[in-house]
């Protein structure tokens, strides 16, 4: 096991109801930004939810944050969060509308320079605002942790930055608010949790059996439980599970003291800044194709995952662990998403190209032993 | 699964030679109190680490923490904390000597009012000094959480308390500080790990896939590593693996949305006030015998347990329930813990007949449905 530091203080408040417990975790003298997405939680309730919580508490609204929430929208949200003198951010959605209020509370405190550097160069956060969220959409873990994924329209760039300052102080998860999700949103939510955990488990072995098994439980949750959250109708059960699952997957907690990979993700950003694929779709292109290019590297772990998830047996060690790749490959499609940038309409070697000549000028080699650089990407592209 | 709250704020310093961070983690202007128990930590070369690391700081030393931390003894310590007007807590040892400390730190906040309420009444905790620990024995899981247990020694009692205000600010895990405890120890270390875990996941089902899973995570690799950690000198990873699943046991996780029992560890507590026989002993003693009388409302829980951490299908699920039963006992008596009050020269009528009769006096039923009376924990005891 390697060595490591973990500290994740976000109180989680979990369940059915949840939401009217508001008051009981935001200052009745808080001056409130609530920050939210297109509008869906007005036509699920949530809205109202959270304004009758809410009553009586000075609130100004910021609606507007779209799915990889832009650099461009989030900098409006700071002119007011300045001119109204906001103190505390609420985060009402999904992934998205959290992690662009995470955004604007490093950026309302950025002082002179200009916040673009916090993703651009990995500024340093020195104060942010407090900011907490009722999360929509089990997907990003962003709930649980301190990070946070923006976009800029000009550039059509994707960047991630991360700092304690903008854990969420306290995250409401009411599995109830996911009802009225599209399927395609639960699928893409399912990949996304699937994903973060895989970037963090299927490395290479350093003696950490727990953080194995931790990891495989929200694997062997996720399969278990997949089909019910995708067709059962107001199913709070699977919902719940499934909720727990995505933010457990992305908390640290089984990050600890081991590899970790992120070059799907990284990637995969890449796609949905150039071609606009939904996040868990460009992980399900990426993530087989990564695997097969790290091939050696992976192997040994592939064959545990395999075997405790899929319960695939094998004699043959390369054969079997090529196998679980295309099984993994399979549990994305069985859940409605597509594998190949040639179904979305993306031309490989278009891709392949724009993308290695992106990352030649970043300068940041990918992967758990920083062993993929942009030659190899190119190649893994070429592949999807 | 059930609503529920989760808050974990400690920050985990985890690995080899970790303990040299210490002046990164404590302000130099802090006056310190060095809270230790009997000496080990003088013979094991741990006290010097922290004397180098935290050379230049104002600290106070305060020895003599005994196992089943004392009431009186750590009174002792809340005069000097009050004299000295020291402002924060480092407790340097195992389980034992941060529950201490945790009381200390409370009870030396605790106003006019007597703090032995803290204990016998549950007395509410507003305000404590700062902790933090560099633990050197895994057990427990006080390094990662807001509880403690503490003896008196005139009333011959042994209580728990917790706040989230006696949450260490850090926890400086060095696996390799438990090189050189007995063996006897690291035994009743692996019982009171495994029964941490097993006294909130065996109850009934809740429908908490992950949950379950991440409980089953800590059980299998306690079976999987503990003969390498009683029998190997010096090997790292074993005890480190050990180190986490002791944390990991106890941190609130696995006990999220789910029903939990602690019977087991509340006439455990009696067992040690009265006899002294050591924690883990009694929790060895006393878990089959609350199982077997529990039978009906966990049996379907020890089914999953038994199939899933040693294997064992059955088409009789009665029998083989049972049979379950027996291979947990046998489990802990491999580790070389005994199982029965009359090996550790008990007798099981005297204490069957002392324990109900405490019981009845603090009208508090016991189990995850509160289904335990004193005359059921009577039963129990004349099995034991």
Not at 35 to 46: A, D, E, P, T
Not at 177 to 184: A, D, G, Q, R, S
Not at 214 to 231: F, G, H, K, P, R
Request: hydrophobic share 40%.
């Amino acid at each position: 096991m390697q060595n490591f530091v973990y500290c994740n203080p976000v109180k989680i408040v979990f369940g059915k109801g949840t939401i009217s417990s508001l008051p009981d975790l935001v200052s009745k003298n808080s001056k409130l930004m609530m920050v939210y997405g297109g509008g869906s939680i007005k036509r699920n309730g949530v809205y109202e939810q959270v304004k009758k919580a809410l009553k009586g508490y000075k609130i100004v609204e910021f609606s507007g944050i779209e799915p990889n929430p832009a650099y461009e929208t989030c900098m409006e949200a700071v002119k007011i969060v300045k001119e109204q003198k906001i103190d505390f951010l609420l985060a009402v959605g999904g992934g998205s509308v959290l992690d662009g209020t995470k955004f604007i509370a490093a950026a309302a405190k950025f002082g002179d320079g200009d916040p673009w550097k916090i993703l651009s160069e990995g500024a340093e956060i020195k104060s942010a605002l407090p900011l907490a969220s009722v999360i929509t959409l089990p997907a990003t873990g962003s709930e649980m942790n301190s990070y946070a994924v923006i976009s800029r329209k000009s550039t059509v760039e994707k960047f991630s930055f991360g700092s304690w300052r903008v854990f969420p102080v306290f995250s409401i998860i009411d599995p109830e608010t996911t009802y009225t999700l599209p399927k395609k949103q639960l699928a893409n939510g399912l990949v996304d949790t699937f994903v973060h955990v895989l970037e963090q488990y299927v490395t290479f072995n350093m003696n950490s059996p727990l953080q194995d098994r931790q990891a495989e439980s929200i694997l062997n949750t996720i399969v278990e439980i997949s089909d019910d959250v995708l067709n059962k109708t107001n199913d709070y059960e699977s919902r719940a599970n499934f909720c727990w699952c995505a933010t457990q997957a992305l908390n640290g907690l089984i990050g600890c003291g081991v590899p970790q990979d992120w070059a799907t993700h990284s990637i995969g950003h890449e796609l949905t800044a150039l071609y606009g694929i939904d996040h868990g779709e460009s992980l399900a292109v990426v993530l087989p194709r990564v695997w097969e290019y790290n091939f050696e590297l992976k192997k040994e772990k592939i064959l545990q995952y395999g075997k405790r998830i899929f319960g695939i047996p094998g004699e043959d060690k390369d054969k079997t662990a090529m196998g679980i790749i295309n099984t993994t490959e399979d549990f994305f499609r069985t859940l409605g998403i597509k594998t190949k940038l040639l179904e979305y309409g993306i031309d490989s070697k278009n891709a392949a190209e724009k993308i290695s000549t992106r990352l030649k000028s970043r300068n940041t080699p990918l992967g758990e032993n920083d062993q993929l650089f942009p030659e190899d990407v190119k190649k893994i592209l070429l592949n999807c």
